[in-house]
């Protein structure tokens, strides 16, 4: 237990549905990342939330749309998505001091049809 | 812009031995830190050790210590005593300290034999 929690865990979506990730955090961080694991691929950078301010956007797609409504809670909302977007998607949170260490959920493992 | 590398896609090592796990990486920042993540099978990320770019000595954690060569921009992890559990990818991460972006090698899958 690491004090971040997504769910779902798993999720399989068609093309034209919309749907979303959520991750949560009780740790009293203030920083709060979205990863794409794909198989066979490093760990990609997705999103970057620190004080609910996005401070970094890896070149993402639009039909990922991230939402941070409060520290604790980070909300990635799929629409029209593609088959090569199924992956574990890792949501991480840091507390914002320079060896802060990221804390990560379990992963939300989506596959697109 | 920060790059890690990570050159071995698998590493197999014999139970109760050590092992040394690669880690090279680029920066112009002179403030940065230095990670290693286990990910088992099961997938979650664990966090094992830090190294800071300022740091005299090189970090260690119980049965993890990390071989920091600062001049070589090398971070290798080594692991000592193998346990069966100690199988699973690892991976090494970078973070400037001056921005939240954090980076990571392509990892190494690692197998204890017993």
């Not at chain 1, 970094?56 to 520290?71: A, I, T, Y």
């Not at chain 2, 990390?66 to 193998?82: D, G, H, P, W």
Request: aromatic residues 12%; contains cysteine.
């Amino acid at each position: 237990e690491t004090g971040v929690t997504q769910t779902p865990r798993h999720l399989v979506m068609g093309m034209t549905n919309k749907k979303s990730l959520k991750c949560e955090q009780h740790l009293g961080h203030n920083a709060m990342y979205w990863y794409k694991q794909s198989a066979k691929k490093p760990l990609e950078l997705m999103f970057v939330y620190n004080f609910k301010e996005q401070t970094e956007n890896n070149s993402v797609p639009s039909r990922f749309s991230p939402e941070c409504p409060n520290s604790s809670h980070l909300f990635l909302h799929l629409h029209t998505l593609q088959p090569e977007d199924s992956a574990l998607y890792l949501c991480a949170s840091r507390l914002d001091r320079n060896t802060g260490e990221l804390f990560f959920g379990e992963g939300s493992r989506l596959t697109v049809l | 812009a920060q790059k890690i590398t990570q050159t071995q896609p698998g590493m197999f090592v014999q139970e109760k031995e050590a092992v040394t796990l690669d880690c090279t990486y680029d920066t112009s920042d002179p403030s940065y830190g230095l990670f290693w993540y286990k990910q088992p099978s099961s997938g979650e990320m664990i966090f094992l050790i830090y190294q800071g770019s300022y740091d005299q000595q090189n970090a260690t954690e119980g049965r993890y210590s990390l071989n920091f060569q600062k001049a070589r921009k090398s971070a290798n992890l080594v692991i000592s005593a193998s346990q069966l559990g100690d199988s699973a990818m690892y991976f090494c991460a970078m973070r400037e300290l001056n921005n939240n972006d954090m980076r990571f090698g392509a990892g190494t899958r690692l197998t204890v034999k017993p």
